[in-house]
């Protein structure tokens, strides 16, 4: 088992190409499968979305290793036990180790009910996040993650894996440096922010998710089930993530939602989607090309046209 980062090049140079693991473009990094010795690895190469210097790939290997750290205190959910990375300076990457889970993604789980049931355990991991003491600076996050639903994998065990490090969501000094990637230049740093790094917008970004993966009245069953979650709930200081249950409500029974008031901690492209998801008419297909095109520079814009055809 790998131990050490000189490790790295002997899984590669010496270790046996399994396969790519993913489609390769300008926002996503390559991933591939090495067999060396009697296990296999993930060797991810990161960077290339950002157009970084060397100088800056050292502060974003830095960074990635410290977020690391960090969600191993915060985070209820497991990491991969091996993370080693190094700097790549003839590619201008950073290469990225982790050990491989061939169980593979939450989302690519057959049965709808151990989907749901891992989805259930995400998102009380967030609420958990969300509402940790330790885990607030100046009521907002100082650690997060990016709650897609992709980005949780099953290990051997059975257990949930979370296994996204780029960019790190982390914030030092209530001060988040933000590697931004090729297609995200129209965005706002304070938006991607109070996305991230505010509770309700994080589960509302991970809620939003579920919908492309799971039939309407399974996901309707899913998010009532997560608003009892949260009343249930015995917060020990005052979180906004109390009032998703109170918006998903005013959301399902038609009534006008006042989004200028939330939009204090939530971003209303996610507040718009998040009430797309309840038009019982859209397929897990449809929701996923709606999702994609409101990520573009006018997609607020196309949201509302959209709710307005409603």
Known sequence: ??????????????????????VINN?????????????????????????????QLVVLEKDICMYYKLLKKHLSIN????????IDKKQNNILLVTE???????????????????????????????SSRSNLYLNKLICSIDPNPDNFFIDSKNKLIYNDFTPPLFRKDGKWSEFRRRDEIHAKKSDKEKRYFTGFNLLLVFVNKTRIHLSFSDYLKFVGWLSNEIRKSH?????????????????YTKKEVDFSELEKYAVLRDL?????SFDE?????????????????DGVLYLEKKLKKL
């Open 100 to 130: 491989y889970f061939p169980k593979g993604k939450v989302v690519d789980i057959k049965t709808t009910s151990q989907k749901v049931k891992y989805f259930k355990a995400i998102a009380r991991s967030i609420i958990k996040l969300a």
């Open 79 to 86: 990491l991969p036990k091996i993370f080693f990375t190094t």
């Open 27 to 55: 926002i996503n990094n390559g991933a591939y499968l090495y067999q060396w010795l009697d296990d296999q690895y993930v060797v991810r190469k990161v960077g290339k979305q950002y157009n970084l210097s060397i100088r």
């Open 235 to 251: 917060f020990l200081t005052k979180n906004n993530i109390e009032r998703f249950s109170e918006i998903f409500n005013e959301i």
């Open 272 to 276: 718009l989607r998040f009430t797309l």
């Open 281 to 297: 008419n859209l397929t897990s297909i449809k929701i996923k090309e709606i999702y994609k095109k409101s990520k573009k520079f």
């Open 1 to 22: 088992m790998i131990n050490n980062k000189n490790d790295i090049e002997k899984i590669i140079y010496n270790g046996k190409l399994i396969k790519k693991l993913n």
